[in-house]
């Protein structure tokens, strides 16, 4: 459930950047400029896009690398906690079979 949720930002995002970059590019092509000056607004606007993606990329990866720690974090304090109880729950069954036996040796 959460994958689809995950591909629906994400495609909303780009969506987004699409809608950015292809309003930008229409605004500089239509704007009352020399064919030079475009392009090279053009090729600004292009490397500032790079840039800003790469930037975007970095953070997004360096948060997924945190979320991906707190949950194994949590999974292993999660797992401690478990085996912890499985532990006291043998213990305890087999409190109740000695318990049984000596019952039972009493008899």
Do not use: H, N
């Not at 720690?69 to 043998?90: C, G, N, P, V």
């Amino acid at each position: 459930m959460s994958d689809d949720r995950g591909a629906g930002a994400s495609g909303i995002m780009l969506s987004f950047i699409l809608g950015a970059l292809s309003g930008a590019a229409l605004a500089v092509l239509f704007a009352p400029r020399s064919g030079e000056e475009t392009r090279e607004l053009l090729e600004d606007k292009l490397k500032e896009s790079t840039e800003r993606g790469k930037r975007l990329r970095e953070r997004a990866v360096e948060k997924g690398r945190e979320v991906l720690e707190d949950a194994t974090d949590y999974l292993d304090k999660q797992r401690d906690s478990l085996e912890k109880r499985r532990d006291r729950l043998a213990a305890a069954v087999e409190a109740g079979r000695q318990a049984y036996r000596e019952e039972k040796e009493k008899m």
